[in-house]
């Protein structure tokens, strides 16, 4: 191997680091504020991508459907339950307004606007659009009937979700893989490396989604409300942090980071509707380095994820994900050596 | 009806399959009972144990592709070649491989908290259906063709009808064992984990042994039922062995009933049943193909944990008219006791033990004795640090610094099992019972550390007159707390009180000399409390030494010998009751100075 390989190998692995990272802060944030250990965030990356190409393809994306299914099952929920709660009138308003007012909006845009024609920029919008809401959503469904559970349900639970959404990307999607245009086209030379646009785009708005979380969990009041819930939940309760917006708004951040990186990635790689879960296990892996709560641990731990693939990628192609995946073995011997066992006081 | 007669309905059906079903429900029953014995590994593990392996495919996997590479391979080496002779061998050498699989990644996961076992076996089952596939010697994604059919006594068992028996076979056997295994002591220690370590730790329990048990337990299965399908396939490729095959078997296992034995099969039917009829009606409905009962899968699972979190089978066993045999009094000989000292004896003695927590001094300086046959309270104020000293004595947190001898010994820094089983036994302020089991189980895990028969023993039941010794004991202890009437109760059924006092046979059972008691009083009515002191002080008459921590000033005073009183995590005074009582420090401590 001769240096300029090794440069565009370290290249690809940063880029790829990058969309790691993404997604193991996203795992990192849900597990610390609702303990949902978070299998489908992967499926969000394949959604956003997908969703955009079903855009450029000029068809339905069938996200569409699902964001008009789940919002009708909440409303259905909610008007069933509105009656027993206190102010329920305010709030019924509030969650028909999202649940069944926004998605309608949206379905008369996709189907009325044709935005296949529109430009790329729209598009993506109207793709985050799309898909962002199915985040807080599901949580709303399936998470917080059980928000009380143990850290092992709500990991098979999110197993079970995850399983779903695949399953239905297979519908909306087919298994053909589908690739985006880039965001741009330009390329840069660098003694003897080529760095394309769509490098710097991933890892420029890899960096930027990274400062902007820090941003909001450092300055804003709902950022530092998560925080608070993260280290103790019954403490922010107290406080009149709803642990049940908590959770709704980190996933809506996940869902967000989830689709925002599939719109990044699909120019670089083909999506299919299942890659979310490779990519996402990837995450996970990077996540696990930060023991689950580290977030800078985290970035790291995808960067070296990142390399890793893709330089086992030019040694032994074929061994590229075992060894990837094997690379957790090392890391959790490391974290058991050096974590005192702490007793669960649940369940 | 009684239950012998249901199974024994239910047996000769399922040996009647064979002769009058079809070849496609032969070979949908094969499948489902090589599933349901993977899932049955998952019960023990997940429903029972608490922990949980999406990676169990890898597991069936190895099991498969020992069996396949042995009984293929043209050159073996020379070490191997004689596994090849037989698959019965192969069996073996796919048990010896699982095992010890299974035993690192265990060594490396099971000690961590709770989730990273799962994640730790969702990554190694990715990377090892990665491995079967790119690995050359095992035919990569083609996978080996070739293997050959079982036989037994010379007898060829090439059709699935034949094999039918042998699967089927197993699968009872491998049930038979797993219930006795929880019918026994080493069961009620894996039963215990659920409850959380410190419980079990405090009463002898070897909980990293127990979870490492389960967890080889199901990887044997898992082995098994994979050398069985390697034979029945006759060849294998790497597809059945993926993580969602792992994950299915995981939906069967809680789909049925993760905490009972049955239920791995009635999840194993269901779900077998079920994909089966999905793939072939969702594509016709969709009208595209592809595996579209995940979907359903993924639903049906969500909706089993919102409605009915136990599974299917305690639904079912409702229905079954099965009635219950009337439960007698168990009886045996009595354990052998350990020598206890004299009355008078130094039995406890904590010396300036310090315990910081970052900043905070919960005990600064702190030193008390206990001796055989006298009640010494601990009292003082919420947040005095009488909860911290009481971790330090038993092993639960080590002291910063200072030092705890018990019976001569130094104790400090070593595990709460090995202090428990020098004779050292407490309760616990926040009662830590198993709800579901009953009184008569929950109070024979305090006598654990005095049976010794193992795994193996227990799961063929060789082990029944130690079993009788040790519940015999489990109920002499609860006659003697004057718990007679609910010894079978499920001990969540208990009023917190009652629930108190079944801790305390508890902690008898093990033979202490040394009982600690943390709050056994409060939610006790005034006659409970009177029988309590009753039997506290038959028990330091008897020689017993007992360190009481509680908040009832009337019970402490009328009980205790000597009273030594905390504040801040610093002894403040320490004497006759009496004494105390008058002390200017004591009474500004609880009821604030004078200004």
């Known amino acids: ?347 | 009806m009684s239950p012998r007669v249901l199974s024994g309905i239910l047996l000769v059906l399922l040996m009647a399959g064979p002769l009058v079903l079809p070849e496609f429900h032969i070979t949908l029953l094969n499948y489902i009972g090589l599933y349901a014995l993977v899932a049955l590994g998952l019960v023990l593990l997940t429903g029972v144990g608490g922990l949980t392996s999406f990676g169990q495919a890898a597991f069936v996997g190895l099991g498969a592709y020992t069996t396949g590479y042995l009984t293929t391979a043209e050159e073996l080496p020379a070490v191997l070649s004689w596994f090849g002779a037989s698959p019965w061998l192969t069996l073996v050498a796919g048990l010896l491989v699982t095992l010890a699989v299974a035993g690192i990644l265990g060594l490396l996961t099971l000690r961590l908290s709770g989730h990273y076992l799962p994640l730790g076996t969702l990554a190694w089952g990715m990377s090892l259906y990665f491995l079967f596939g790119n690995v050359s010697f095992l035919g990569g994604h083609t996978g080996m063709t070739g293997i050959p059919p079982l036989s037994l006594f010379g007898f060829e068992l090439r059709d699935g009808r034949r094999l039918y028996y042998l699967i089927w076979l197993i699968l009872l056997v491998a049930v038979w064992m797993t219930q006795n295994l929880l019918d026994s002591r080493e069961g009620r220690a894996i039963r215990a984990l659920k409850g959380g370590g410190i419980m079990a730790e405090a009463m002898g329990v070897d909980t990293a042994r127990s979870k490492m048990v389960i967890f080889l337990v199901a990887a044997a299965f898992a082995a098994i039922s994979g050398w069985l399908y390697a034979h029945m396939q006759r060849f294998v490729n790497p597809t059945p062995f993926g993580l969602h095959i792992g994950i299915e078997y995981l939906f069967m296992a809680v789909i049925g009933g993760a905490g009972h034995v049955w239920g791995a099969l009635v999840g194993a039917g269901l779900i077998t049943v079920l994909k089966q009829w999905l793939q072939d009606l969702l594509p016709r409905v969709f009208g595209a193909s592809g595996n579209f009962e995940i979907i359903v899968f993924g639903l049906l699972m969500i909706f089993v944990f919102h409605r009915a979190r136990d599974g299917l089978w305690p639904l079912l066993a409702r229905v079954v008219p099965v009635k219950r045999s009337a439960r007698a009094v168990p009886s045996g000989q009595p354990l052998a006791r350990r020598a206890h000292p004299a009355v008078g004896t130094r039995l406890l003695e904590v010396r300036d033990a310090v315990k910081k927590f970052g900043g905070l001094v919960a005990n600064n300086q702190m030193s008390l004795e206990v001796h055989a046959g006298e009640i010494l309270a601990l009292i003082g104020p919420n947040g005095a640090g009488k909860s911290t000293l009481f971790n330090l004595v038993t092993g639960v947190d080590p002291p910063t610094s200072g030092e705890v001898h018990f019976l001569g010994d130094r104790v400090d820094g070593r595990s709460s099992r090995e202090i428990a089983r020098r004779g050292m036994s407490r309760t616990f302020q926040h009662v830590r019972l198993l709800p579901a089991m009953s009184v008569l189980e929950n109070v024979a895990i305090g006598a654990h550390q005095r049976g010794s028969a193992g795994v193996a023993a227990a799961a063929v039941h060789g082990e029944r007159g130690e079993e009788a010794r040790l519940l015999a004991e489990a109920a002499r202890q609860i006659e003697r707390v004057g718990l007679v009437d609910a010894m079978f109760d499920a001990a969540g059924n208990l009023a917190l009180g009652q629930q108190r006092i079944v801790e305390i046979a508890r902690a008898l059972a093990s033979d202490p000399s040394l009982l600690l008691l943390d709050e056994p009083a409060a939610g006790l009515r005034y006659l409970e409390k009177e029988t309590l002191a009753e039997l506290l002080r038959k028990l330091r008459d008897e020689g017993m030494g007992i360190l009481l921590v509680e908040h009832d000033m009337d019970f402490v005073m009328g009980l205790a010998d000597r009273v030594v009183v905390m504040e801040f995590g610093e002894k403040i005074a320490e004497g006759l009751p009496e004494e105390v009582q008058s002390n200017p420090a004591v009474i500004e401590a609880y009821l604030g100075g004078v200004e």
């Not at chain 1, 009325?112 to 598009?123: E, R």
């Not at chain 1, 741009?184 to 030379?189: D, G, L, N, T």
């Not at chain 1, 804003?220 to 019954?234: E, F, P």
Request: glycine letters at 10%; a neutral charge; charged letters at 10%.
């Open chain 1, 1 to 347: 191997m001769d240096i300029q390989i090794a440069l565009l190998l370290a290249q690809d692995g940063i880029v790829n680091g990058a969309i790691y990272a993404l997604l193991a802060l996203a795992l990192v944030l849900v597990f610390a504020v609702t303990r949902v250990i978070f299998i489908p965030q992967g499926e969000f990356l394949a959604f956003g991508a997908l969703t955009l190409a079903s855009f450029q393809a000029a068809k339905v994306p069938g996200t569409l459907w699902l964001l008009i299914g789940m919002g009708i099952a909440i409303s259905i929920i909610e008007l069933a339950s509105s009656s027993r709660l206190r102010g329920g009138r305010r709030r019924l308003t509030f969650a028909l307004g999202w649940n069944l007012a926004y998605p309608a909006v949206l379905a008369a845009i996709v189907l009325l606007a044709k935005p296949g024609d529109w430009p790329l920029v729209l598009q993506v919008v109207l793709a985050l659009a799309l898909v962002v809401p199915l985040g807080p959503m599901i949580y709303r469904l399936v998470y917080q009937p059980l928000a009380s559970a143990s850290v092992l349900v709500l990991l098979i639970v999110s197993v079970a979700v995850h399983l779903a959404l695949v399953g239905l990307g297979l519908l909306f999607f087919g298994a053909e893989g589908s690739r985006t245009p880039a965001f741009s086209e330009a390329s840069f030379s660098l003694g003897d490396v080529t760095i394309t646009g769509q490098t710097l785009w991933v890892i420029g708005a890899s960096l930027l989604l990274i400062v902007g979380l820090y941003l909001f969990f450092e300055r804003s009041l709902w950022g530092k409300a998560l925080r608070a819930t993260a280290i103790n939940r019954v403490g922010a309760q107290l406080m009149g942090i709803s642990t049940t917006q908590a959770g709704k708004l980190c996933f809506l951040l996940a869902a967000a980071i989830g689709a925002m990186s599939g719109i990044l990635v699909a120019p670089i790689t083909t999506i299919y509707y299942d890659t979310g879960f490779l990519v996402g296990l990837k995450g996970f892996v990077a996540a696990i380095v930060g023991g689950m709560v580290s977030y800078p641990l985290a970035a790291a731990g995808a960067i070296l994820v990142g390399l890793l693939e893709s330089f086992s990628s030019f040694w032994a192609s074929a061994f590229k994900e075992v060894i990837v995946f094997t690379l957790i073995i090392p890391v959790l011997l490391w974290r058991s050596m050096t974590t005192r066992h702490v007793e669960e006081e649940e369940e």
